[in-house]
């Protein structure tokens, strides 16, 4: 009796075994099913994102080449801020288009008086970078229609004797200011006398 007693145990021990196995076999399987299903989701939510980024990129790339900027520019002397100095020569750019972040402005070439009666003479200067004019002043600048910015370089300083007549300007713009996507503008500024 003893050992049918013990038979009985043994064989609720086993069967409660399998049934601790089965209960684990299954939870197991749910939870592989239920990670299968969210992989599944989440592999339809990603493919959604990525199509809406490519339709983001495609709308942007629509309204940046809807954007038209334009400049114009011309040379001025900045009179000084002490009574003592000395005038600062500027090129004073002008937006008159649509708005953009200017980066940075670039003097591509620049031609003195005496360049005009020869056309193999050289320019004076070339591949110098404009830097603003005064405290308040910095690139990148976001620049709207009618806004202004004042530049100048040492290189470009009034020459008296042979003064400059020609800047043939290259400004480097963007369409956001993180400075991602963007193009180049070119403005010929002729020095008024």
Avoid at 42 to 47: D, H, I, P, Q
Avoid at 117 to 131: C, G, H, I, N, Q
Avoid at 142 to 155: C, V
């Amino acid at each position: 009796m003893a050992s049918d007693v013990m038979a009985g145990i043994q064989l609720l021990a086993t069967v409660g075994l399998l049934w601790v196995t089965y209960r684990y076999a299954r939870t197991t399987k749910s939870m592989a099913d239920t990670a299968k299903e969210a992989a599944s989701e989440s592999a339809r939510a990603t493919a959604a994102a990525e199509r809406s980024a490519d339709a983001a990129r495609h709308a942007a790339a629509v309204a940046q080449s809807r954007i038209r900027p334009s400049f114009t520019g011309r040379w001025v002397a900045v009179a000084p801020l002490k009574a003592e100095g000395e005038y600062t020569a500027c090129l004073l750019i002008v937006s008159t288009g649509d708005a953009v972040v200017v980066q940075n402005v670039r003097i591509r070439r620049a031609f003195r008086q005496s360049a005009l009666a020869d056309p193999m003479t050289r320019a004076a200067v070339t591949d110098e970078k404009l830097v603003p004019h005064g405290s308040d002043a910095r690139l990148p600048r976001r620049m709207h229609q009618g806004e202004s910015l004042l530049l100048t370089n040492p290189s470009i300083q009034h020459d008296v004797g042979d003064p400059f007549v020609r800047f043939l300007l290259e400004l480097d713009y963007t369409f956001t200011d993180d400075g991602t996507a963007g193009d180049t503008y070119a403005v010929a500024v002729d020095a008024e006398r």
